[in-house]
């Protein structure tokens, strides 16, 4: 059974304080590993896909990479705005008992202090 | 502009009734997904359905039901044997067989 672990739960920072986030997954086959932000009582929004080992996609002050068994989410210098819960899903190749579907994380909550 | 409508934003469910949540999509998807959303929890999958009047069981189906009549619209209903609905629930499509999801702003579900 596919599986994503996020690490940390929460993490606060000051602005312009760098850091990264990991999630960890096994899954049969990687068919894409999935970047989401969320903000309080709302939906997630996409930010990336990475879908092989050694990929990087960068997005303003957000760059993701992704190894074998995990991927990393750097917020560099980040900025107030930048708080939110940042949530990891993967895809596993599609069998006769798998479509597919999406395995979600828990999320690491960001807090950015000015 | 394009996107998803989920409502109401907040429900309130009685003892032994049942709710409807709605989500209405002017994407153009054909996927779409429900997902259940508890406090350090990952989202979890109820319902999806890939074509209009089909629809399949996720992981944590019991207690809900869907209908998929038109392609934009995917409503869920937390019947009364659901035992512990509170929730933030968030709809999702996708064009099919492909990704990301998109997702709509949630409705989040209490008990009265």
């Known amino acids: 059974e596919d599986q994503v672990t996020q690490s940390p739960e929460a993490l606060r920072l000051q602005e312009g304080e760098s850091s990264s986030l990991n999630c960890s997954y096994t899954?049969?086959?990687?068919?894409?590993l999935f970047w989401y932000r969320q903000d309080p009582g709302k939906g997630p929004e996409f930010l990336f896909t990475?879908?092989?080992a050694g990929e990087e996609k960068e997005k303003e002050r957000l760059k993701a990479t992704l190894t074998k068994k995990e991927s990393f989410l750097h917020i560099t210098a980040p900025k107030p705005e930048d708080s939110a819960t940042y949530l990891c899903?993967?895809?596993?190749?599609?069998?006769?008992?798998?479509?597919?579907?999406?395995?979600f994380g828990a999320g690491t909550q960001v807090v950015v202090t000015p | 502009d394009g996107g998803i409508t989920q409502s109401p934003k907040y429900l309130f469910r009685k003892e032994g009734q049942n709710v409807t949540l709605s989500c209405e999509q002017n994407?153009?998807?054909?996927?779409m997904y429900w997902y259940r959303q508890d406090p350090g929890q990952g989202l979890r999958l109820i319902y999806y359905?890939?074509?209009?009047?089909?629809?399949q069981k996720g992981d944590i189906a019991e207690g809900y039901s869907v209908s998929r009549e038109k392609k934009e619209s995917f409503p869920l209903t937390v019947t009364s044997a659901q035992k512990n609905p509170t929730a933030f629930y968030l709809c999702?499509?996708?064009?099919?067989?492909?990704?990301?999801?998109?997702f709509g702003d949630g409705t989040r579900l209490s008990i009265l």
């Open positions: 999702a499509s996708s064009i099919l067989g492909q990704q990301p999801q998109h």
């Open positions: 899954v049969s086959g990687l068919r894409g």
């Open positions: 990475l879908y092989s």
């Open positions: 899903a993967v895809q596993g190749l599609m069998t006769t008992d798998s479509w597919g579907k999406l395995q």
């Open positions: 994407l153009n998807h054909d996927a």
């Open positions: 359905s890939q074509i209009v009047n089909d629809f």
